[in-house]
């Protein structure tokens, strides 16, 4: 079992898409839906955010963010909207230890991801524009200019997604074909 870069033989499953698409959501929902199925795990990113409201993650300070990466702790890292973020050792352990490991991911990370993973699976969660300004100024966690940044910012997933939900819908029906995805993952990797 290596916890050295790729990791594997798991896989890592990373959920992107523009903020406000709901990514969160539909990940919550399907967690509850696998929470019978000791395979697969949902990550808490760590992020150098101290406010919690709004988004399952780690607060970190920036200072140990910095220690953990140069100390080469995180299997994956990166930086979005002036914050930094992680995916915490546990992840790489999970992975090497066979299971799958679902996280809200970057679409700019992407190709790092790949390198980094022997088996990586990527879900691309959208949603129309109008939508995600309404969900966008409902969080309020940011100023009508910086939602206004967040809207036109629209980077394309840089590698083609394997599974892409349109996230318009009753949140169960999202969660729902995101947890199918999972457990097919699940289960090509205990048959493997």
Known sequence: MSLQPPFGPGALVL????SGAGKDTLMSAAAGLLAAEPAISFARRLVTRTDTTGEDHTPVDLATYEAELA???????WRA????YA???????RIAAGGTVVANGS???LP???RQFSRLFIVHITVPLEVRAARLAARGRESAEEVKARL????????AADLEIENTGP???????????????SADAAAA
């Open 15 to 18: 959920v992107v898409g523009p």
């Open 152 to 159: 036109a910012r629209a980077p394309d997933v840089p590698l």
């Open 87 to 93: 995916l915490g050792p546990e992840v790489a352990a």
């Open 171 to 185: 949140v169960a029906e999202g969660a729902a074909r995101l947890a199918a995805f999972l457990r097919r993952i």
């Open 81 to 84: 909207h002036g914050l930094a």
């Open 107 to 109: 679409r700019a990370t």
């Open 112 to 114: 790092e991801a790949r």
């Open 71 to 77: 100390a080469g702790r995180y299997p994956l890292a």
